[in-house]
């Protein structure tokens, strides 16, 4: 296919950003609002992490941080027909193994399936450092911890039937990193995988079947090697459930610290993920994965991404700090001239999510939330409202298209 066309397309259109106002590089000092906009709603869940909501199963479920007594790790809501959660919510234990069970583990990410009944979790423990674990006394005991839980929605209920990606393949005690489909839905990534040293961060894929579960057979991959078989137990299964035995994921090394998979976007040709200082677009149309950073000049750090589900724009939020970068795209591929908004005193954390029906961008940040405007292309229009938030940082938070609300975890009522 040839794609110089589409490429020269892009790139003048990012070249034309600049004649547009705003420059492409600009700063913003934020308008604070005294309070929230009707489209926002907070929920109590403290110390969250994570957030996702389904629009088809009218379910809202946040992640958190909870000590390991207390061993409470989602929060699920149940959704009335405005969007509003409605009632306490149940509260489900995420597993570790019992030998662990006075560390704490904790969700990173959470994914529901666009088709399916199926929420995708995954997981982190407390460890010590990474270039400490293999010569660690315990650090068999973290061989046997699964980082990818799959649950199925059975009568508005999570229920366990699949976890997976344990062993030497991953990195535990890691703070970021989630979960994200392709274009079709029919590979599930995950992050933190172990690269060629112990600070190197990989990532890997499932390719799922029908049900949406990790396939059985091995899909050729000819930069990788064969991976060795990898159990994974079904717990709580349903009667026409069992166990199985499904490979590890096909991984890739990135060349880049920890954590990877920070966000992720799937264009229709290559997907792009979130990671150290920049963006990483893997390309699958010739039978491999190649792959191909975008940096963030002179600066360092763990960077979020996400992408605008109708328009060419991805979103870069670089942690606790203050530069916001939207890159155009074509079809996942990235130019190479992004838009930098420098917000004034902010502390961006989190994965940036778009509000369709709002034309807004939301950013968590600490004590605060980011409310920027786009322009009808996905570009930054220059403007930022926040609002004060009882949180300690504004990190989970979800978009529902269907009710055109945004869910914001926070510490404690107002």
């Known amino acids: 296919m040839n794609r110089l066309p589409v490429f020269s397309a892009v790139l003048l259109f990012a070249c034309g950003a600049q004649a547009e106002n705003p420059p492409r590089e600009f700063s913003v000092t934020p308008e604070v609002i005294k309070e929230a906009p009707p489209f926002v709603t907070q929920v109590v869940v403290p110390n969250a992490n994570c957030a996702a909501v389904s629009d088809q199963l009218s379910m809202l479920v946040i992640g958190h941080d909870t000590p390991a007594a207390e061993n409470q790790h989602l929060a ?63 650090f068999a005991n973290y061989l046997e911890f699964d980082h990818l839980l799959i649950y199925e929605v059975k009568d508005g209920a999570l229920e366990l039937v699949q976890t997976g990606a344990r062993g030497t393949g991953f990195h535990c005690g890691l703070t970021g990193g989630t979960i994200g489909f392709d274009f079709a839905a029919r590979k599930l990534f995950v992050p933190n995988a172990v690269g060629a ?131 155009a795209h074509a079809d996942g591929y990235v130019s190479l001239l992004p838009q930098v908004a420098s917000v004034t005193a902010a502390h961006l954390t989190g994965i940036p999510v778009v509000l369709t029906k709002q034309s807004r961008l939301a950013v968590g940040d600490t004590k605060f939330l980011h409310l920027f405007g786009l322009q009808p292309d996905g570009r930054l229009d220059g403007k930022d409202e926040k609002v004060a938030l009882a949180s300690a940082r504004a990190r989970a938070i979800t978009y529902s298209e269907k009710h055109g609300r945004l869910y914001v975890a926070v510490d404690k009522a107002n």
């Open 76 to 138: 699920v809501f149940h959704l009335d027909r405005d969007g509003r959660p409605s009632g306490e919510p149940a509260w489900v234990s995420l597993p570790r193994p019992e030998v662990l069970s006075g560390n704490a583990n904790y969700a990173l990410g959470l994914l529901f399936h666009p088709r399916l009944p199926l929420l995708y979790v995954w997981q982190d423990i407390k460890a010590p450092p990474g270039d400490k674990q293999e010569n660690h006394p315990e």
């Open 197 to 327: 040293t112990s600070d190197e961060a990989g990532i890997g894929f499932f390719t799922l079947d029908e049900d949406g579960m990790p396939g059985e057979s091995q899909e050729r991959v000819l930069t990788q090697p064969k991976e060795k078989p990898l159990k994974v137990t079904s717990k709580n299964d349903a009667p026409n459930k069992s166990s199985r035995s499904v490979l590890m994921p096909k991984r890739h090394r990135t060349h880049r610290y920890y954590p990877s998979g920070t966000g992720w976007f799937a264009g229709s040709e290559a997907m792009v993920m979130g990671g150290y200082s920049g963006c990483m677009t893997l390309d699958f149309n010739n039978g491999g994965i190649r792959q191909s950073w975008f940096n963030l000049p002179e600066l360092a750090g763990p960077c979020c991404v996400s992408g605008h589900p109708k328009q060419p724009a991805i979103y870069i939020a670089l942690q606790d700090n203050n530069r916001l970068f939207q890159i």
